[in-house]
């Protein structure tokens, strides 16, 4: 495959971080456009790597900032929006996707690879619905597309036992909102290899790839073994669904929205998938067994030597 010019919205986060890498070794020059490039410089040790500011919601702009690139990857996605009446999900998946579908043909940019979420459109959350509308928008869009629809997706910096690991190292009690939801979470160097892939080969052109790991494994599940991997005696209360719509209420106003009611309808719907996407693109998917207690301890050891090195600063 001949390395081109690609152009990355919303490559500067978790996934990005592992796909920019990914893709930047087979040789590709990539730009990864951000809202503030200056919080988001580390992706730049890359000699082929530039990250620009841009505004991606304007049409003009992004137009320019897309033009003479090869393929386009939009990757932007908020599981969160300000208020609660879907419109700011709306605008980061579907207007967005509009837009970047319109630079797209404006500049003469043939190739659009897009994320996605494994079972949007099932359920009534504002999350899925909109993903579903922005894969309308890009299979609709003529364009030589290709759609990743992953589960949870896990690997060092990840939201999922990142964030349950810091949770539980300050809570004695997790009290649990649809705590037997399921997931088949997938490993983020699997997601970058995928992105890889398809670039590489025509045949994924006008694909939809579910991208989900080996093991079904749910909330609970996944909490109770983070705190075994982290080393902690923990209480993990599902909680009723009852309880559970009153957490995601209140969790709206707590800062960072830890829950909200939109994820709570998210979580109505198992995140598992049907058809092997990793599998069609050569891709045998790795277990979360090999990666996270390596990823865990890691963080705990680089956690106790920051305490440590605060301990003994200097006055
Ligand atoms: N992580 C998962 O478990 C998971 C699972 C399924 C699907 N996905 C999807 O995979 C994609 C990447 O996930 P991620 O975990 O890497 O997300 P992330 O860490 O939140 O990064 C997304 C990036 O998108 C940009 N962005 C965020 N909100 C935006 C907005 N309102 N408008 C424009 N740009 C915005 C940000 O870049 P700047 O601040 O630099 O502009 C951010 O770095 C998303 O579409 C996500 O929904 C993720």
């Given at each position: 495959?001949?390395?081109?010019?690609?152009?990355?919205?919303?490559?500067?986060?978790?996934?990005?971080?592992?796909?920019?890498?990914r893709l930047h070794a087979d040789g590709h020059q990539i730009t990864v456009l951000s809202r503030n490039?200056?919080?988001?410089?580390?992706?730049?040790?890359?000699?082929?790597?530039?990250?620009?500011?841009?505004?991606?919601?304007?049409?003009?702009?992004?137009?320019?900032?897309?033009?003479?690139?090869?393929?386009?990857?939009?990757?932007?996605?908020?599981?969160?929006?300000?208020?609660?009446?879907?419109?700011?999900?709306?605008?980061?998946?579907?207007?967005?996707?509009?837009?970047?579908?319109?630079?797209?043909?404006?500049?003469?940019?043939?190739?659009?690879?897009?994320?996605?979420?494994?079972?949007?459109?099932?359920?009534?959350?504002?999350?899925?619905?909109?993903?579903?509308?922005?894969?309308?928008?890009?299979?609709?869009?003529?364009?030589?597309?290709?759609?990743?629809?992953?589960?949870?997706?896990?690997?060092?910096?990840?939201?999922?036992?990142?964030?349950?690991?810091?949770?539980?190292?300050?809570?004695?009690?997790?009290?649990?909102?649809?705590?037997?939801?399921?997931?088949?979470?997938?490993?983020?160097?699997?997601?970058?290899?995928?992105?890889?892939?398809?670039?590489?080969?025509?045949?994924?052109?006008?694909?939809?790839?579910?991208?989900?790991?080996?093991?079904?494994?749910?909330?609970?599940?996944?909490?109770?073994?983070?705190?075994?991997?982290?080393?902690?005696?923990?209480?993990?209360?599902?909680?009723?669904?009852?309880?559970?719509?009153?957490?995601?209420?209140?969790?709206?106003?707590?800062?960072?929205?830890?829950?909200?009611?939109?994820?709570?309808?998210?979580?109505?719907?198992?995140?598992?998938?049907?058809?092997?996407?990793?599998?069609?693109?050569?891709?045998?998917?790795?277990?979360?067994?090999?990666?996270?207690?390596?990823?865990?301890?890691?963080?705990?050891?680089?956690?106790?030597?920051?305490?440590?090195?605060?301990?003994?600063?200097?006055?």
């Amino acid at each position: 495959m001949k390395p081109r010019k690609i152009v990355i919205l919303g490559g500067t986060g978790f996934v990005g971080s592992h796909m920019v890498p990914r893709l930047h070794a087979d040789g590709h020059q990539i730009t990864v456009l951000s809202r503030n490039r200056e919080l988001n410089l580390g992706l730049t040790v890359l000699p082929r790597v530039r990250v620009e500011n841009a505004d991606v919601y304007n049409l003009a702009h992004l137009t320019r900032k897309v033009a003479g690139a090869g393929a386009v990857i939009n990757l932007v996605g908020i599981l969160n929006e300000r208020g609660s009446d879907g419109s700011g999900f709306r605008k980061a998946h579907v207007e967005l996707t509009e837009t970047v579908v319109a630079a797209c043909k404006a500049a003469g940019v043939p190739r659009l690879l897009q994320m996605s979420a494994l079972r949007a459109g099932e359920g009534a959350s504002h999350y899925l619905r909109t993903r579903f509308d922005a894969e309308s928008r890009v299979r609709d869009s003529r364009l030589d597309w290709t759609l990743f629809r992953p589960s949870v997706i896990f690997g060092p910096g990840d939201g999922l036992f990142f964030r349950f690991a810091s949770l539980l190292r300050v809570a004695p009690v997790l009290p649990l909102a649809r705590a037997d939801a399921k997931f088949a979470p997938v490993y983020v160097g699997d997601v970058a290899e995928a992105f890889a892939r398809a670039l590489a080969h025509p045949h994924s052109v006008g694909h939809s790839y579910e991208l989900f790991g080996p093991r079904v494994i749910s909330l609970r599940e996944i909490v109770q073994w983070t705190a075994q991997l982290i080393g902690k005696r923990r209480w993990v209360i599902g909680l009723p669904d009852v309880l559970g719509k009153i957490q995601a209420r209140v969790g709206e106003w707590l800062p960072g929205k830890p829950i909200s009611r939109d994820n709570f309808k998210s979580l109505l719907i198992d995140s598992v998938g049907d058809k092997d996407g990793l599998g069609e693109l050569g891709i045998v998917s790795t277990p979360m067994e090999m990666i996270v207690p390596a990823m865990l301890s890691a963080d705990e050891r680089q956690g106790t030597l920051a305490r440590y090195r605060e301990q003994h600063r200097p006055v």
